[in-house]
Each structure stands twice: as structure tokens, then as C-alpha cells.
């Protein structure tokens, strides 16, 4: 089995495309944890600063 | 950007990572990211830290995205300037086009996602932030008045109000506090470097007071505006967020730069050209300091009051 050579392209946009694919891992990572965060709060819209504060 | 982006990009003539992610000015980003860091944490509402951490990067990519469309609005002001030559418009790596959709995009990312993280007074406020430093400052003031500075320094004043609000979903006087610290800092910090960086802003035809009253009105104006700095910087430590560190930074930080602003108005433009600026260039320096050093005492007397002290 051969594989195509790399496309000059490719190495060319190999930087942008690291650092492009590491923002979207870290974004993907964020909407993550904020989805665990708000689910374990118990409800998804912010809490009321009055009801926090007495925490 | 580094040494390597430099050459990668000069031999395939084709715009790295690292120029995409100098549209959003980092170096300013930092201001951003600690006063907000301040404002969030010198609130009396705890915020969980992934939150928290969320917030600051959120505010951190809309105070980015403000600078890729004012670097998208002002390229042709940038390509005159010695000082913004170097940025990756008027160097010729990254298109005004995708410096604007870079801008534009990140920009509602940044509101939305601040909206959904904390509250949406909080996304809100960095929404006008953004307009403000976009249209009223960078599309309407900076090229009409040499107040624009003065009025346009109020959106570099608002990410610890962003980050106090992210924490109380609100506005109060501490955070207004906070604001109109960094807003009465902004016109000597940025006149000083308007003093030495000489013909920078003539060429640009940019009305900065340098170029509209002269440079002596200039030397007159920084002192004045380190006067009523000094007058609200110590007047801080006695409300809510001061206390006896701040005090003692704020006394002596005052000191020194009172000083620094009467030594500037003592020199004309002789003495100061024959020591290549050197009075201006450490006033500049110092109100570096300045800033982070009073955001930090903020933060030391907001953290020592989880420990029952801190405050009066």
C-alpha cells in the first residue's frame, strides 16, 4: 500500500493548521467543562447574585 | 511572532498562526486579561474557577478581536507609524479582509460565550467595550480630536468592570472605581509615548495633543492628569477594595510618578532630545508599573480578605 506524497501544501500550512486544530480542541474542551460545570451547579442559567453570595 | 514564523512566512510568503494571533494585539491582551482577573476576583461573589477561567479567556479574545478591527480600520495609520510598522497588515502577511472577519468573529464568540458562562450583562458589557474601541474611538475619535485619547482610554478601562460583573452580574462603586483608575492612567501613559515617539503620529496626521497643542501643552497636561490620578488613586484605598497595602503601594507608585511628570514639564524639547528622551521614556515605563502594581494590591487585599484581613 503506497501513500501519496505530501502535498507541498500541506507543509507549508502545517503551523496554521496545528495551531488551528489546537484552538478548536481547546474550544470543544471548554464548552465541555462548562457544560459538566453548570449541569453540577443543578441548572444551566446563571445563578442570581444575591442566592450566590449567601453561599 | 517568532523568529521562526518570520522566516517560514518570508520564504512561502504565506501567513502563519503566529500572524494571525498578533491581530490581537497580545501584548495588550495582558492589561486586559489581569485588571479583568482583579475585577473578578475583588468581588464579593465567589465564582467557581473553571467559570472564572472561562470569563478571563473570553474577555481576554474580545479585548483581542477589538484590536484585530482596529488594526483592520487603521491599517493605513499603522503602514506610516514607525511603532506599528512591524503589524502583520502593513507588513503584507495577513489581508485587511481577514483581519475584519477574524475581528467580527471572534468578537460574538467572545460576547455569546461570556454571556453564557457567567451572565449576559456581563456579555453585554464586553459587547459595548468592543463598539466602543471599534467605532467611537478608533473610527471616530482618533482621527478627529486630540481628546481621543482621553475619551477613548474608557474602553481599556472596562475589563475589570467586565470582570467584576461576570462575578455579581452587576455594576458598583468598586468597579467604577476600578474603571476610572485605569481611565484617568490612560492619557499620560499614552502621552509620554506620544513625547518620544516624535514624529510618529505627524506623519499619521493623527490630531494626538503633541500634534494639535504642541508639545510643551502636552508636558502641561501629562502633569495635571498625574495630579488628579494621584488625588483618586489614593482615594481608593480607603473604599472597599483598598486598604492598607494599597495605600502603602499607591503612596509611594503616586510619589514617584508625580515626580516623574514634574521632571517632564521641567525639560523642553532641548534637554530632552539631548538625552534621547530619557525622563519621558522612564515616566512611560513607569506607568507600566504603575498599573499592574495598583491591580495587584487590589488583588492582595481582595485575597487577604478571604483570610479575615485585608480592608480597614
Known amino acids: 500500500m503506497s501513500f501519496q ?8 500550512r502545517f503551523g496554521r493548521n496545528l495551531g488551528l486544530g489546537l484552538v478548536l480542541a481547546a474550544f470543544v474542551a471548554i464548552v465541555f467543562g462548562m457544560t459538566m460545570v453548570k449541569l453540577t451547579r443543578g441548572g444551566l442559567g446563571p445563578k442570581p447574585a444575591t442566592q450566590e453570595a449567601g453561599q | 511572532m517568532t523568529d521562526t514564523s518570520i522566516n517560514a512566512q518570508s520564504q512561502t510568503g504565506e501567513a502563519q498562526f503566529g500572524d494571525y494571533f498578533a491581530l490581537l494585539k497580545p501584548r495588550v ?12 476576583l475583588a468581588a464579593p461573589v465567589p465564582v467557581h474557577p473553571f467559570i472564572g477561567a472561562c470569563a478571563i479567556l473570553f474577555i481576554a479574545v474580545g479585548g483581542g478581536a477589538s484590536g484585530a478591527l482596529n488594526m483592520w480600520y487603521d491599517s493605513d495609520i499603522d503602514a506610516v507609524m514607525r511603532r506599528t510598522q512591524k503589524r502583520p497588515i502593513p507588513a503584507g502577511k495577513v489581508t485587511r479582509d481577514e483581519a475584519f472577519a477574524i475581528g467580527i468573529t471572534l468578537s460574538v464568540f467572545a460576547c455569546v460565550f461570556l454571556g ?7 456579555g453585554g458589557l464586553l459587547a459595548f467595550t468592543i463598539f466602543f474601541y471599534v467605532v467611537i474611538y478608533t473610527m471616530w475619535l482618533k482621527r478627529w480630536t486630540p481628546q481621543n485619547i482621553v475619551i477613548g482610554g474608557a474602553a481599556g478601562a472596562f475589563p475589570p468592570m467586565i470582570g467584576w460583573a461576570a462575578a455579581t452580574g ?7 472605581l476600578m474603571f476610572c483608575l485605569t481611565f484617568m492612567w490612560t492619557p499620560p501613559h499614552f502621552w509620554a509615548l506620544a513625547l518620544f515617539m516624535r514624529n510618529d503620529y505627524d506623519n499619521a496626521q493623527v490630531p494626538m495633543l503633541t500634534v494639535t497643542h504642541g508639545r510643551r501643552a502636552t508636558r502641561v497636561h501629562i502633569l495635571v492628569y498625574t ?18 497595602v494599597y495605600l502603602a503601594v499607591a503612596v509611594v507608585l503616586n510619589a514617584l510618578f508625580v515626580k516623574g511628570a514634574i521632571q517632564i514639564v521641567r525639560r523642553n524639547e532641548d534637554m530632552s532630545e539631548a538625552d534621547n528622551f530619557a525622563a519621558e521614556r522612564k515616566f512611560f515605563k513607569l506607568s507600566l508599573l504603575f498599573l499592574f502594581a495598583h491591580f495587584g494590591a487590589i488583588l492582595v487585599e481582595a485575597l487577604l480578605r478571604q483570610f479575615g484581613m485585608g480592608g480597614w
Do not use: D, Q, Y
Request: aromatic share 8%; net charge negative.
Open chain 2, 170 to 176: 452587576g455594576v458598583s462603586v468598586e468597579s467604577v
Open chain 1, 5 to 12: 506524497p505530501e502535498h507541498e501544501l500541506h507543509k507549508r
Open chain 2, 116 to 122: 453564557l458562562a457567567t451572565n449576559w450583562f456581563a
Open chain 2, 29 to 40: 491582551m495582558t492589561l486586559v486579561v489581569f485588571t479583568a482577573l482583579v475585577g473578578l
Open chain 2, 227 to 244: 495630579i488628579l490620578l494621584a488625588i483618586l488613586a489614593v482615594g481608593t484605598a480607603f473604599t472597599a477594595v483598598g486598604g492598607p
